[in-house]
């Protein structure tokens, strides 16, 4: 019988949700982000972040945790869709000015 790896309760550095991982995975994206530990929604934000503008992760995650500290008034699973609105705004924004060219 395979041996099952105990999970952990970690909280987003930017934005502040928890969520259940294994000591492996959270390793992982400590690794990833300098240290840090950022849940599933913040980190695809920060690397989208720093693809598109071409910045570096680092200058992407102080960005993305700023925008999060403007919205702690809210409750986390507020902020993550708050989050998904102005993640959906910036798209379609991208998208018409692509059109208009």
Do not use: N
């Not at 395979?2 to 952990?8: L, P, R």
């Not at 300098?34 to 960005?63: D, F, H, I, N, P």
């Amino acid at each position: 019988m395979d041996a099952v790896e105990e999970s952990a309760v970690v909280s987003c550095d930017c934005c502040g949700l928890e969520e259940e991982c294994t000591g492996e995975y959270i390793g992982g994206v400590r690794a990833y982000f300098g240290g840090r530990w950022l849940c599933g929604l913040c980190s695809e934000s920060v690397k989208y972040e720093a693809g598109r503008k071409r910045a570096g992760m680092e200058e992407a995650m102080r960005a993305h945790m700023a925008f999060c500290r403007m919205l702690r008034r809210a409750g986390p699973a507020e902020r993550v869709a708050e989050g998904m609105c102005q993640m959906l705004r910036r798209t379609a924004s991208g998208k018409s000015r692509a059109v208009a060219k």
